[in-house]
């Protein structure tokens, strides 16, 4: 993936595209990147920060292969050179770039604050208009995308993808020659340790799959497979830094879910979709399921489970979570979360309560200055064209507040109903709920039961049985059938406080969204 990259940028810095916007927060791996693109062109390479000034790339040039780059020293700097204070601030930065004559690529980092101050991006426009005339090339390389309107035009913005298989097998075959070398960590010969400890740091950056892997080494002395939990644990960890992204472990499994017959058989229909075998039959990549119904039907349940019968990662979006005060700020988070699904694919992508996340599309997304549209838009292309095995999830209550481009065909491979249980159903999610807290479910007449409780869903009818145990458990006794009657009895349903809202849900559904019950 990265040598895609790196001859993409080489075709735009040769046709001559004034600034380049690397968006990353690996500095150092797109450093090497483009020392190794300098020396492929034959041109030098300056890297500024607004600590150091103009100074020459912390890169270690034993790790490049071919061609070494031409870094530029203080002493190419002139008056500009990196002790001078004029050198660290954004404006003498632009200067020098104006000013060299160099065949040059110039490579500012974190630049992003200073394209706020109107001064800056005046001089930056005189820069670019200097630069379309020459042989040198600006990068701007930041984790944070910022673009002035003044120079949208002028620049090319490039998401610099995670590290992919390949590269981290690269970096963990580097790192256990290492320590093979010094004799103190005890190495598996497992055939296939490279590429399960690979495909487990996917989603990493460079730095953080380094990490781990000394981590997973100095822990016991040892790397094998005993050690994926502890990799996984750090993408775990990453995940949850970003505030979007929340990784799930497999909990939960289809036999855990009553009823939904006709969604069970269409996801077991589709369990090997992401195999080379299914690519080799002709089929293309299954793209996503909505999830539309009553509350506390098993939506949020079935996404859990699709992910465990299929051994996939599960990701939930925290789709509130992308929006920022910061203009582009919310649109950078969600690209910077598909980008991570992406890096971690084949994955289940889990939105829950989609409409509520985009709720600011109601009235166009004019609420809160379009960020909503915006974001909204990013991820219906997405949708339409991703072409990484990223399965999405989307799981919502209130269809009128769905705006109506989510529900075209073409995002979803199907959109599913999930109405209140049968009775049928009922008896089968009170068997499951009284075998998940250790109790015979022969012991109970769950037909009755599920008779009693007609209306309830599959939340209330849980709630049930928690209920009528914590009677059986203050009264120092066993839970009976009799508890959970009364505790059926004693409940009022959410079919018969929000009946109209789920008469006109089963009303729009019909027709338009297939019965997930059989």
């Keep these: 993936m990265i040598d895609t990259l790196r001859e993409d940028l080489k ?3 040769r046709a001559r595209y004034p600034v380049l916007y690397l968006v990353s927060g690996e500095e150092e791996r797109v450093e090497r990147m483009l020392a190794k693109i300098a020396a492929d062109l034959q041109k030098k390479l300056y890297s500024w920060t607004c600590s150091g000034g103009f100074d020459a790339p912390h890169i270690q040039q034993d790790l490049l292969d071919g061609p070494k780059p031409m870094l530029a020293s203080p002493v190419d700097f002139g008056e500009s050179s990196a002790s001078s204070p004029s050198a660290r601030t954004p404006a003498g930065a632009l200067d020098f770039v104006l000013n060299s004559a160099d065949r040059a690529l110039f490579v500012l980092h974190d630049f992003h604050p200073y394209l706020d101050e109107p001064a800056v991006v005046r001089r930056l426009r005189d820069v670019i208009t200097n630069l379309k005339k020459s042989f040198k090339t600006l990068i ?10 003044e120079i949208e035009r002028d620049v090319t913005v490039v998401d610099v993808p995670l590290p992919d298989e390949k590269e981290l097998s690269d970096l963990l075959r580097t790192f256990l020659n290492s320590v093979k070398t010094d004799g103190r960590i005890a190495v598996s010969e497992d055939a296939d ?13 460079e730095s953080q799959a380094s990490n781990v892997f000394a981590r997973a080494a100095v822990n016991d002395r040892k790397f094998n497979v005993q050690d994926l939990p502890l990799i996984l644990a750090e993408k775990k960890q990453v995940l949850r830094k970003t ?19 006709n969604l069970k058989k269409w996801l077991t229909s589709r369990k090997d979709a992401f195999s080379d075998r299914a690519r080799s039959y002709g089929l293309p990549q299954p793209k996503g399921c909505l999830l539309l119904g009553v509350q506390g039907c098993g939506k949020s349940l079935s996404a859990k489970a699709i992910a465990a019968t299929w051994r996939l990662p599960l990701l939930r979006l925290d789709v509130g979570a992308l929006f920022s005060s910061y203009i582009g700020a919310s649109e950078a988070n969600m690209r ?8 971690l694919a084949p994955v289940v992508l889990w939105l829950d309560e989609i409409e509520k996340g985009f709720a600011g599309m109601k009235g166009g997304g004019n609420a809160d200055a379009g960020a909503s549209l915006r974001v909204f838009s990013t991820f219906l292309t997405w949708m339409q064209e991703k072409t990484k095995p990223v399965f999405v999830i989307a799981t919502a209550n209130r269809i009128a507040d769905l705006p109506p481009e989510l529900l075209r065909k073409g995002r979803f491979d199907e959109i599913f109903f999930l109405d209140l249980p049968s009775a049928a159903e009922r008896e089968e999610i009170f068997r499951i709920h009284i075998a998940k807290r ?12 599920a008779a009693a ?56 559904c019909r027709g338009r969204a297939r019965p997930a019950g059989g």
Excluded: C
């Design 243 to 261: 505030g979007i992204l929340e990784f799930f472990e497999h909990q939960e499994s289809m036999a855990s879910v009553g009823g939904l017959e």
């Design 438 to 449: 250790r109790r015979d479910p022969s012991r109970f007449d769950v037909k009755a039961l």
């Design 453 to 508: 409780a007609k209306g309830f869903n599959g939340a209330e009818v849980e709630e049930s049985i928690v209920s009528a145990m914590y009677k059986g458990f203050s009264e120092n006794r066993e839970v009976a059938q009799g508890d959970v009657l009364s505790a059926v009895q004693e409940t009022v349903p959410l079919s018969a406080t929000m009946a109209e809202e789920i008469d006109a849900l089963r009303q729009w």
């Design 336 to 343: 910077k979360a598909i980008g991570t699904a992406e890096s």
């Design 11 to 13: 075709v735009y810095i």
């Design 193 to 205: 340790l490279f590429e399960r400890v690979s495909r487990a740091a996917l989603g990493l950056t």
């Design 140 to 149: 701007l390389v930041s984790p944070v995308l910022k673009v002035p309107e």
